[in-house]
Protein backbone atom coordinates (compact mmCIF):
# COMPACT_ATOMS: atom_id res chain seq x y z
CA UNK A 1 0.00 0.00 0.00
CA UNK A 2 1.21 3.07 -1.03
CA UNK A 3 0.87 6.04 2.09
CA UNK A 4 1.46 9.83 1.66
CA UNK A 5 1.83 11.19 5.20
CA UNK A 6 1.09 14.87 5.12
CA UNK A 7 1.91 16.66 8.47
CA UNK A 8 5.13 13.81 9.29
CA UNK A 9 6.74 16.62 11.92
CA UNK A 10 4.07 16.93 14.39
CA UNK A 11 2.99 15.39 17.39
CA UNK A 12 0.66 12.47 15.75
CA UNK A 13 2.34 12.39 12.68
CA UNK A 14 5.72 11.34 13.99
CA UNK A 15 4.08 8.67 15.50
CA UNK A 16 2.14 7.99 12.75
CA UNK A 17 6.00 7.96 10.19
CA UNK A 18 7.56 5.61 12.94
CA UNK A 19 4.22 3.18 12.75
CA UNK A 20 4.03 3.00 8.81
CA UNK A 21 7.84 2.89 8.52
CA UNK A 22 7.98 -0.50 9.75
CA UNK A 23 4.93 -1.91 8.26
CA UNK A 24 6.48 -4.00 5.48
CA UNK A 25 3.40 -3.66 3.57
CA UNK A 26 3.71 -0.02 3.40
CA UNK A 27 5.43 2.22 0.95
CA UNK A 28 5.37 5.10 3.00
CA UNK A 29 5.90 9.11 1.67
CA UNK A 30 5.95 11.36 4.53
CA UNK A 31 5.81 14.61 3.92
CA UNK A 32 6.45 17.89 6.98
CA UNK A 33 6.06 21.64 6.71
CA UNK A 34 9.80 22.24 5.33
CA UNK A 35 8.82 19.48 2.63
CA UNK A 36 5.56 20.46 1.71
CA UNK A 37 3.89 23.66 2.01
CA UNK A 38 0.33 23.36 2.95
CA UNK A 39 -0.32 26.93 1.98
CA UNK A 40 0.72 26.03 -1.70
CA UNK A 41 -1.98 23.95 -3.51
CA UNK A 42 0.32 23.62 -6.71
CA UNK A 43 2.50 21.84 -4.91
CA UNK A 44 0.20 19.61 -2.85
CA UNK A 45 -1.42 18.54 -6.03
CA UNK A 46 1.99 18.12 -7.65
CA UNK A 47 3.73 15.66 -4.99
CA UNK A 48 -0.06 13.69 -4.50
CA UNK A 49 0.23 12.91 -8.67
CA UNK A 50 4.05 12.00 -9.02
CA UNK A 51 3.80 9.69 -5.95
CA UNK A 52 -0.05 8.56 -6.45
CA UNK A 53 -0.91 7.01 -3.43
CA UNK A 54 -3.17 4.41 -2.67
CA UNK A 55 -4.08 6.43 0.60
CA UNK A 56 -3.06 9.91 1.99
CA UNK A 57 -3.27 10.88 5.52
CA UNK A 58 -3.53 14.17 6.85
CA UNK A 59 -2.36 14.82 10.00
CA UNK A 60 -1.58 18.42 9.48
CA UNK A 61 -3.02 21.50 11.26
CA UNK A 62 -2.51 24.61 12.65
CA UNK A 63 -3.12 23.86 16.64
CA UNK A 64 -2.65 26.81 18.31
CA UNK A 65 -5.83 27.82 19.45
CA UNK A 66 -5.15 30.67 21.15
CA UNK A 67 -3.45 32.38 18.19
CA UNK A 68 -5.48 31.44 15.87
CA UNK A 69 -7.62 34.15 16.89
CA UNK A 70 -5.29 36.98 15.86
CA UNK A 71 -4.15 34.39 12.77
CA UNK A 72 -7.34 33.50 11.34
CA UNK A 73 -5.84 33.36 7.43
CA UNK A 74 -2.91 31.01 8.57
CA UNK A 75 -5.70 28.92 10.33
CA UNK A 76 -8.37 28.71 7.50
CA UNK A 77 -5.09 28.03 5.16
CA UNK A 78 -3.76 25.18 6.86
CA UNK A 79 -7.12 23.83 8.76
CA UNK A 80 -9.57 24.53 5.74
CA UNK A 81 -8.27 25.12 2.76
CA UNK A 82 -5.61 22.55 2.19
CA UNK A 83 -8.05 19.91 3.61
CA UNK A 84 -9.90 20.81 0.49
CA UNK A 85 -7.13 20.49 -1.89
CA UNK A 86 -5.81 17.13 -0.59
CA UNK A 87 -9.41 15.66 -0.99
CA UNK A 88 -9.26 17.18 -4.71
CA UNK A 89 -5.80 15.68 -5.36
CA UNK A 90 -7.29 12.38 -3.77
CA UNK A 91 -9.88 12.05 -6.13
CA UNK A 92 -7.60 12.73 -9.16
CA UNK A 93 -5.22 9.79 -8.63
CA UNK A 94 -8.13 7.83 -7.18
CA UNK A 95 -6.49 7.54 -3.47
CA UNK A 96 -8.38 7.62 -0.41
CA UNK A 97 -8.08 9.81 2.54
CA UNK A 98 -7.81 9.89 6.16
CA UNK A 99 -8.47 13.40 7.65
CA UNK A 100 -8.08 13.62 11.22
CA UNK A 101 -10.32 16.67 13.10
CA UNK A 102 -11.19 17.73 16.44
CA UNK A 103 -13.88 17.99 19.68
CA UNK A 104 -13.34 21.48 18.83
CA UNK A 105 -15.94 21.61 16.20
CA UNK A 106 -18.26 21.35 19.06
CA UNK A 107 -19.71 23.88 21.21
CA UNK A 108 -18.91 21.89 24.86
CA UNK A 109 -22.50 22.33 25.81
CA UNK A 110 -23.94 18.70 25.96
CA UNK A 111 -23.74 16.61 29.06
CA UNK A 112 -23.48 12.98 27.37
CA UNK A 113 -21.05 12.11 24.86
CA UNK A 114 -20.86 13.53 21.74
CA UNK A 115 -21.54 10.97 18.53
CA UNK A 116 -20.06 11.29 15.49
CA UNK A 117 -23.62 13.02 13.89
CA UNK A 118 -23.64 15.73 17.05
CA UNK A 119 -24.36 19.10 15.48
CA UNK A 120 -21.08 20.50 15.25
CA UNK A 121 -21.42 24.16 16.50
CA UNK A 122 -17.55 25.34 16.82
CA UNK A 123 -16.82 28.36 19.63
CA UNK A 124 -13.51 29.63 17.70
CA UNK A 125 -11.69 30.23 14.85
CA UNK A 126 -9.72 26.90 15.36
CA UNK A 127 -12.96 25.00 15.37
CA UNK A 128 -14.43 26.69 13.01
CA UNK A 129 -11.60 26.50 10.56
CA UNK A 130 -11.29 22.61 11.14
CA UNK A 131 -15.19 22.08 10.38
CA UNK A 132 -14.48 23.48 7.66
CA UNK A 133 -12.11 21.46 6.68
CA UNK A 134 -13.91 18.83 7.40
CA UNK A 135 -16.74 20.01 5.19
CA UNK A 136 -13.81 20.38 2.60
CA UNK A 137 -12.45 16.79 3.09
CA UNK A 138 -16.56 15.56 2.88
CA UNK A 139 -16.61 18.17 -0.72
CA UNK A 140 -14.28 16.54 -2.43
CA UNK A 141 -13.52 13.24 -1.73
CA UNK A 142 -16.17 10.95 -1.41
CA UNK A 143 -13.58 7.99 -0.46
CA UNK A 144 -12.48 9.56 2.65
CA UNK A 145 -13.10 9.12 6.57
CA UNK A 146 -12.31 11.45 9.04
CA UNK A 147 -11.08 10.74 12.49
CA UNK A 148 -12.41 13.05 15.34
CA UNK A 149 -9.59 13.80 18.47
CA UNK A 150 -9.36 15.42 21.32
CA UNK A 151 -6.97 16.50 24.24
CA UNK A 152 -3.74 15.17 22.24
CA UNK A 153 -0.32 14.87 24.16
CA UNK A 154 2.57 12.47 23.13
CA UNK A 155 6.41 12.38 23.79
CA UNK A 156 6.91 13.31 20.47
CA UNK A 157 6.50 16.70 18.63
CA UNK A 158 6.21 20.63 19.97
CA UNK A 159 4.73 21.26 23.17
CA UNK A 160 1.44 19.59 24.38
CA UNK A 161 -0.09 19.58 27.98
CA UNK A 162 1.74 16.86 29.52
CA UNK A 163 4.69 18.02 28.35
CA UNK A 164 4.39 21.91 30.26
CA UNK A 165 2.42 20.23 32.94
CA UNK A 166 5.95 18.13 33.26
CA UNK A 167 8.20 21.02 33.03
CA UNK A 168 6.37 23.89 35.13
CA UNK A 169 6.38 21.33 37.86
CA UNK A 170 9.82 21.16 38.03
CA UNK A 171 10.18 24.40 38.02
CA UNK A 172 7.59 26.06 40.52
CA UNK A 173 6.15 24.72 43.69
CA UNK A 174 2.20 25.68 42.68
CA UNK A 175 0.30 25.49 39.74
CA UNK A 176 -3.44 26.24 38.95
CA UNK A 177 -5.68 23.83 36.77
CA UNK A 178 -8.51 24.14 35.52
CA UNK A 179 -11.19 21.82 36.33
CA UNK A 180 -14.45 22.49 35.14
CA UNK A 181 -13.62 21.36 31.01
CA UNK A 182 -14.20 17.77 30.83
CA UNK A 183 -12.68 15.47 28.27
CA UNK A 184 -10.50 13.05 27.47
CA UNK A 185 -6.51 13.07 27.32
CA UNK A 186 -5.59 10.85 24.40
CA UNK A 187 -2.17 9.66 23.67
CA UNK A 188 -0.88 10.16 19.82
CA UNK A 189 0.43 6.62 19.89
CA UNK A 190 -2.97 5.60 20.33
CA UNK A 191 -4.45 7.60 17.65
CA UNK A 192 -1.28 6.35 14.97
CA UNK A 193 -2.58 2.60 15.79
CA UNK A 194 -5.83 3.34 15.50
CA UNK A 195 -5.68 5.45 11.77
CA UNK A 196 -2.71 2.24 11.29
CA UNK A 197 -5.36 -0.23 12.17
CA UNK A 198 -7.97 1.36 9.84
CA UNK A 199 -5.70 1.49 6.74
CA UNK A 200 -6.57 -2.49 5.88
CA UNK A 201 -10.67 -1.91 6.06
CA UNK A 202 -10.90 1.62 3.82
CA UNK A 203 -13.99 0.91 1.58
CA UNK A 204 -17.31 2.23 0.94
CA UNK A 205 -18.77 -0.07 4.19
CA UNK A 206 -16.00 2.33 6.00
CA UNK A 207 -16.04 5.89 4.51
CA UNK A 208 -17.78 8.65 6.78
CA UNK A 209 -16.99 10.07 10.46
CA UNK A 210 -15.41 8.60 13.70
CA UNK A 211 -14.66 9.60 16.64
CA UNK A 212 -11.61 8.05 18.43
CA UNK A 213 -10.32 9.42 22.07
CA UNK A 214 -8.90 6.77 25.03
CA UNK A 215 -11.73 6.10 27.12
CA UNK A 216 -12.61 7.36 30.72
CA UNK A 217 -13.23 11.05 31.48
CA UNK A 218 -11.17 13.72 33.45
CA UNK A 219 -10.65 17.35 33.87
CA UNK A 220 -7.70 19.03 33.00
CA UNK A 221 -7.26 19.21 36.40
CA UNK A 222 -7.16 15.43 36.87
CA UNK A 223 -5.35 15.44 34.13
CA UNK A 224 -1.88 17.47 35.36
CA UNK A 225 -2.99 15.78 38.94
CA UNK A 226 -1.81 12.26 36.97
CA UNK A 227 1.27 13.65 35.22
CA UNK A 228 2.48 15.32 38.51
CA UNK A 229 1.75 11.68 40.37
CA UNK A 230 3.50 9.74 37.62
CA UNK A 231 6.05 11.85 37.35
CA UNK A 232 6.94 11.68 41.20
CA UNK A 233 6.94 7.77 41.35
CA UNK A 234 9.33 7.70 38.51
CA UNK A 235 11.92 9.45 40.63
CA UNK A 236 11.55 13.17 38.16
CA UNK A 237 12.84 15.71 41.03
CA UNK A 238 9.60 18.45 41.44
CA UNK A 239 9.88 21.76 43.58
CA UNK A 240 6.13 21.72 42.85
CA UNK A 241 4.23 21.52 46.58
CA UNK A 242 0.54 21.83 45.05
CA UNK A 243 -1.92 21.69 41.98
CA UNK A 244 -4.99 24.16 42.65
CA UNK A 245 -8.13 23.78 40.85
CA UNK A 246 -9.80 26.46 39.59
CA UNK A 247 -12.75 27.48 37.10
CA UNK A 248 -12.63 28.41 33.68
CA UNK A 249 -13.29 32.22 34.50
CA UNK A 250 -10.45 31.92 36.35
CA UNK A 251 -8.07 31.48 33.66
CA UNK A 252 -9.53 33.76 30.93
CA UNK A 253 -7.84 32.70 27.35
CA UNK A 254 -8.55 34.22 24.11
CA UNK A 255 -10.82 31.40 22.40
CA UNK A 256 -13.27 30.05 24.55
CA UNK A 257 -12.74 26.12 25.30
CA UNK A 258 -15.83 23.52 24.95
CA UNK A 259 -16.44 22.95 28.60
CA UNK A 260 -17.70 19.49 27.67
CA UNK A 261 -15.25 17.23 25.08
CA UNK A 262 -16.70 13.46 25.72
CA UNK A 263 -16.87 11.49 22.26
CA UNK A 264 -18.93 8.22 21.86
CA UNK A 265 -15.98 5.81 20.21
CA UNK A 266 -18.46 3.17 19.64
CA UNK A 267 -18.78 3.32 16.22
CA UNK A 268 -14.58 3.03 15.92
CA UNK A 269 -14.54 0.15 18.47
CA UNK A 270 -16.70 -1.81 16.15
CA UNK A 271 -14.87 -1.22 13.17
CA UNK A 272 -11.31 -1.89 15.56
CA UNK A 273 -12.41 -4.73 17.11
CA UNK A 274 -11.48 -3.31 20.80
CA UNK A 275 -12.39 -0.24 22.72
CA UNK A 276 -9.49 2.23 22.98
CA UNK A 277 -7.58 2.07 26.16
CA UNK A 278 -8.05 3.98 29.39
CA UNK A 279 -6.05 7.15 29.53
CA UNK A 280 -4.55 6.49 32.66
CA UNK A 281 -3.16 3.62 31.08
CA UNK A 282 -1.80 4.97 27.79
CA UNK A 283 -0.55 7.98 30.32
CA UNK A 284 1.37 6.01 32.17
CA UNK A 285 3.10 4.32 28.99
CA UNK A 286 4.24 8.02 27.72
CA UNK A 287 5.67 9.31 30.86
CA UNK A 288 7.47 6.41 31.05
CA UNK A 289 9.13 6.66 27.75
CA UNK A 290 8.90 10.55 28.21
CA UNK A 291 10.57 10.33 31.94
CA UNK A 292 12.89 7.24 30.90
Known sequence: MKVLLVGAGGQVGQELEALLAADQGVTLLACDRASLD???????????????????????????????????????AVNALAPGY??????????????????????????????????????????????????AVIAGCDRSVILRTAWVYGAKGKGNFAKTI?????????????????GTPTWTRDI???????????????????????????????????????????GVPLTLQQVEPITTADYPTPAQRPAYSVMGCEKIADLLGHKPPHWRQSLSKMMAELCG
Open 86 to 135: LAQAATQVQAQLVHISTDYVFDGRQSVPYREDSPCNPLGVYGRTKRAGEE
Open 166 to 182: LRLSQERDHLRVVYDQV
Open 192 to 234: AGAIAQILPHLGPDTYGTYHFTNSGVSSWYDFAVEIVALAASM
Open 38 to 76: LTQPQAMAERVQAFVPEVIINAAAYTAVDRAESEPELAE
